[in-house]
């Protein structure tokens, strides 16, 4: 069973650097992208990017000049450095795993994202 | 401000139909049959429940079913059940910014 796991510090000072790792089990860096979304009761769900396996990037348009993510493959890991941070930032930070159906010996890609970490909440804050 | 537009909340009986829409533009919604549906209950991570407009994981039931028209995606759950209470969010491919989530629905059983 894939399971996915954040972690890092839970408090962070404005205008820092938060930096959050996920820890994949029970599956290999190179089924999938990986993405990172974040969750606030003032903004809802966001889309922050996604890393592909062999560590191409896609950024949210409005985060992109913040946003850092890496892949370590011999650890089974994601990181996420996003600088700068305000209160807005201020969320509940997932990783996820893209949905690939696997058809044979054929793998096909979907846009969903068919399994979450159980989340890190972030707060930014003096 | 989501990109993309959902009643803040519906609500049914047990056993009941309730359909949550989704609307965007052809920018998003309406450009791509890339349209998900997550469930989420209360301090739990969200729940994929539809993908590709109208497929369901393995594992989801067939209550749940997607469609869409133009710029908006639908969310159907049939008959009702209390462990279906919960937010559902709605999300797109987007050519403007990847991938966009709508702002919410809370499914009340009442």
């Known amino acids: 069973q894939v399971q996915l796991q954040e972690s890092g510090p839970g408090l962070v000072k404005p205008s820092e650097t938060l930096s959050l790792i996920c820890n994949v089990s029970g599956d290999s860096m190179s089924s999938s992208d990986w993405y990172w979304i974040r969750q606030s009761a003032g903004r809802g769900l966001e889309w922050i990017g996604r890393?592909?396996?062999?560590?191409?990037?896609d950024y949210n348009p409005s985060l992109k000049s913040r946003v850092t993510m890496s892949l370590d493959t011999s650890k089974n890991q994601l990181s996420l450095r996003l600088s700068s941070v305000t209160a807005a930032d201020t969320a509940v930070y997932y990783c996820?795993?893209?949905?690939?159906?696997?058809?044979?010996?054929?793998?096909?890609?979907?846009?969903?994202?068919?399994?979450w970490g159980q989340g890190a909440t972030v707060t930014v804050s003096s | 401000q989501s990109a993309l537009t959902q009643p803040r909340s519906v609500s049914g009986s047990p056993g009941q139909s309730v359909t949550i829409s989704c609307t965007g533009t052809s920018s998003d919604v309406g450009g791509y049959n890339w349209v998900s549906w997550y469930q989420q209950h209360p301090d739990k991570a969200p729940k994929l429940m539809i993908f590709?407009?109208?497929q369901r994981p393995s594992g989801v039931p067939d209550r749940f079913s997607g469609s869409k028209s133009d710029n908006t995606a639908s969310l159907t759950i049939s008959g009702l059940q209390a462990d279906d209470e919960a937010d559902y969010f709605c999300?797109?491919?987007?050519?403007?910014?990847?991938?966009?989530f709508g702002p919410g629905t809370k499914v009340t059983v009442l």
């Open positions: 996820a795993r893209r949905l690939v159906v696997v058809v044979g010996a054929t793998r096909y890609y979907y846009f969903g994202v068919d399994v």
């Open positions: 999300s797109s491919y987007a050519d403007y910014s990847f991938y966009v």
């Open positions: 590709h407009v109208n």
């Open positions: 890393i592909s396996a062999s560590g191409s990037t």
